[in-house]
């Protein structure tokens, strides 16, 4: 079975602090995502990435930045926590080729105070 | 851009009744289609993978249809169970994309 993990389940950081939340796929997928899911507003892509050291803007990147310095971790970093960005970020991975499922992490549900 | 919605944001059923979930899309030219359930404060797990190609897709006591031409896909839940209670999703893949685009969810409560 695929596995996706995330660092944590639940995180709060104070505004301002620099915040790394880990994504790690254990099935050698080219495709990485971050997304953020909130009442109302169902889940918005972040950033996404196709392979090692490669990104793209999702639909909502401002605040947000992202590395895959190796193709099973994909890491979402907050330069500056805003309260804004309190939310629940998830994680998901499909391998290359859009014919597969995408696959999904348990979430990190961050609080920013 | 395509859009994706889910009417009704929320329904509640007796257990032991078959159900439908809508979800409607504006760009009929996607790739596949695939339902996801959500349980409170979990990710996600996928359902069903739908091709653009293909009309349906069953698994167990669910069955998803495609009709790209009116922009639609349905779930269909036979024999509801209170186990089947959490948030449905449904989400498109354009050609020439690798994105998801995520519809907001219909929360199905199953009543014992």
């Known amino acids: 079975d695929v596995k996706v993990t995330q660092s944590s389940r639940y995180l709060v950081k104070r505004t301002g602090e620099k915040v790394f939340l880990e994504c790690v796929q254990d099935m050698d997928h080219e495709n990485m995502f971050w997304y953020r899911q909130d009442p109302g507003l169902g889940l918005r892509l972040i950033y996404f990435s196709y392979d090692v050291k490669m990104k793209e803007k999702g639909d909502i990147p401002e605040g947000y930045s992202v590395s895959r310095e190796k193709k099973e971790r994909f890491s979402l970093i907050l330069e500056s926590a805003s309260t804004n960005q309190t939310s629940m970020y998830l994680c998901?991975?499909?391998?290359?080729?859009?014919?597969?499922?995408?696959?999904f992490g348990p979430g990190t549900r961050l609080t920013v105070t | 851009k395509q859009e994706v919605t889910q009417i009704p944001a929320a329904l509640s059923v007796p257990e032991g009744e078959n159900l439908v979930l809508n979800c409607s899309f504006t760009?009929?030219?996607?790739?596949?289609l695939q339902w996801f359930r959500q349980d409170p404060g979990k990710g996600l797990t996928s359902l069903l993978l739908i091709q653009s190609s293909q009309r349906e897709q069953t698994s167990g006591r669910l069955n998803a249809s495609l009709d790209k031409s009116s922009g639609r896909s349905t779930l269909y839940i036979a024999a509801s169970q209170p186990g089947d209670s959490a948030t449905y999703l449904c989400?498109?893949?354009?050609?020439?994309?690798?994105?998801?685009?995520f519809g907001t969810g219909t929360r199905l409560t199953i009543i014992p």
């Open positions: 760009d009929s030219a996607i790739y596949n």
């Open positions: 998901a991975s499909i391998p290359g080729g859009r014919v597969h499922e995408q696959y």
């Open positions: 989400a498109v893949r354009d050609f020439g994309n690798e994105k998801l685009t």
